[in-house]
Nanobody, 126 residues
Framework: HLQLVESGGGLVQPGGSLRLSCAAS????????IGWFRQAPGKEREGVSC????????HSADSVKGRFTTSRDNAKNTVYLQMNSLKPEDTAVYYC???????????????????WGQGTQVTVSS
């Protein structure tokens, strides 16, 4: 059974940090580029970041550059999203997705990803 599972979400105060994990089961994550997406209530899904198969290339949304870092540990079949200096506007459900169609990774190209996690809620509030 092919599955992606996100974890690490929660409630954090503005300026705080969280690290999201995206763990794969049933397939080898190293064969896939990974995208992180988020969706806030009443808003469209938006791309947050993506990372290539090797981890040598990443791309982030302007709104999170300098605050969020995407990395991966292929030996652990896991990808991470380190989120620092969190703001209330970062509140959303965060999803990871895996796709093998990209030469590097497909930032915001959510329709081209094949496997999706169930999402994890991130709430930034005082």
């Amino acid at each position: 059974h092919l599955q992606l599972v996100e974890s690490g979400g929660g409630l954090v105060q503005p300026g705080g940090s969280l690290r999201l994990s995206c763990a794969a089961s049933g397939f080898t994550l190293a064969n896939y580029a990974i995208g992180w997406f988020r969706q806030a209530p009443g808003k469209e899904r938006e791309g947050v970041s993506c990372i290539s198969r090797s981890g040598g290339f990443t791309h982030s949304a302007d709104s999170v550059k300098g605050r969020f870092t995407t990395s991966r540990d292929n030996a652990k079949n896991t990808v991470y999203l380190q989120m620092n200096s969190l703001k209330p506007e970062d509140t959303a459900v965060y999803y990871c997705a895996a796709g093998d169609r990209f030469s590097l990774c497909g930032f915001s190209q959510w329709a081209s990803y094949d496997y999706w996690g169930q999402g994890t809620q991130v709430t930034v509030s005082s």
